[in-house]
């Protein structure tokens, strides 16, 4: 924690400016909070603005807009380019990996049995889900009938 000399406030994000050797009056989010990152919960359901966002990375351009700094643009765009260098790179050695491992015989029969079984139980699965489905669609309507009669 840091007591802010400009105006008095104690928190954890008080900031020291210096103009060469010369200090400048402190800056914390209590007097200055257009100088501050803006930290957001998800419940807030607001989308900040870059500018909003990341006031210390943006420069108020001629025409009354913001534009990021250079080095901010640039590390950005350096963000934006690994990831695609790392997909190629994954892509290749999955190739790699699929042409040099590739099954190419067919399966054997207690492979195919094993397969079936498989899809036997999945197929199963599947029907007892869809009765169990059936079922309460015809309860709801039972119930639907009953009470409308009752109301008739
Ligand atoms: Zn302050």
Partial sequence: ?????????????????????????????HCAPQSFEKFT???DK???MGYEAH????????????????EYRA??????????ADDAEAQA???????????????????TLAALGKARVLAQAME???LEAEREIQQAELDSWVAKASQA
């Avoid at 105006?7 to 914390?28: F, H, I, T, Y």
């Avoid at 590390?75 to 695609?84: I, M, R, S, V």
């Avoid at 050695?93 to 492979?111: I, L, N, V």
């Fill in 1 to 29: 924690m840091a007591t802010c000399n400009n105006c008095g406030e104690v928190g954890a994000r008080v900031r020291s400016r210096w103009k060469g050797s010369a200090q400048l009056p402190d800056e914390c989010p």
């Fill in 41 to 43: 919960l998800p419940s």
């Fill in 46 to 48: 607001k989308i900040w």
């Fill in 55 to 70: 006031p210390n990375e943006y420069v108020q351009s001629e025409d009354g807009g913001f534009d990021r700094k250079p």
């Fill in 75 to 84: 590390e950005q765009e350096a963000k934006l380019a690994l990831p695609a």
């Fill in 93 to 111: 050695r999955a190739e790699q990996a699929k042409r040099s491992t590739r099954r190419t015989e067919p399966m054997t029969a207690s492979e």
């Fill in 128 to 130: 007892s889900a869809a």
